[in-house]
């Protein structure tokens, strides 16, 4: 196995393993609830989806780091642009993990501390708007302009990449100008071409690898 086919198998499933945080759609139900911080729910959903989006935060940067060499032939500036996107999102990331594990300690201090924790889970809601949406956006059109370039992969793949990124931006600005709700199934669905992208690279990188 040569170096580029090791690059792209690392890199496909580095990819394909920043989807373990999909579970905490519904681990996070709970704290979203306005009486959490009173209730018997149990922190064990939290911590756990705590855990898979700091590993997926870390996964992100691994896919960066590992492309970055290849990446950097067809554009250097894009290249490194790219990796600096995908580290400020796990920043972000792990910003938003220690606004919910903050809530957690807060149960102790019971209702009074009820305002403060609904602060901190529409914190993460926001930081998620940015690092989880906002940033992704940036990452599909950086690295779709650069696999599109340099033809490492089938240009259709790029090209999903890159209207995913202009599709996760309009459902950011419909929920900051208050048009949806964040978890809203309308903007659920400008997350699937993002998904689609990153997903089939993911799998293209590990079944096929670069096209020379």
Known sequence: MNQS??????????YLLTFI????LSLYHEIHQPTFIQSTAPTSDVVIGGILELLMALFCIGT??????????????LALGFVAARVLEAALIFAGVAALLTVLQLRTFGAEASVMSRGLVMLYDRLFL???????????????????????????????GIIGAF???AGDLAVLFGLYDQ??????????????WEFSLGVYLVGKGFKH
């Open 5 to 14: 086919r090791k690059t792209s198998l690392a890199a496909g499933i580095l």
């Open 64 to 77: 960066a780091i590992v492309l970055y060499p290849v990446l950097k032939k067809q554009n250097e500036t």
């Open 21 to 24: 945080s999909i579970p905490t």
């Open 130 to 160: 940015i690092s989880q949406s906002f940033i992704p956006a940036i990452n599909g059109l950086l690295l779709g302009i650069l696999l599109y370039q340099s033809r490492l992969v089938p240009r259709l793949l790029p090209i999903i």
């Open 183 to 196: 978890r809203a199934p309308e903007i659920a669905i400008t997350v699937i071409p993002i998904a689609l």
């Open 167 to 169: 599709t996760l931006v």
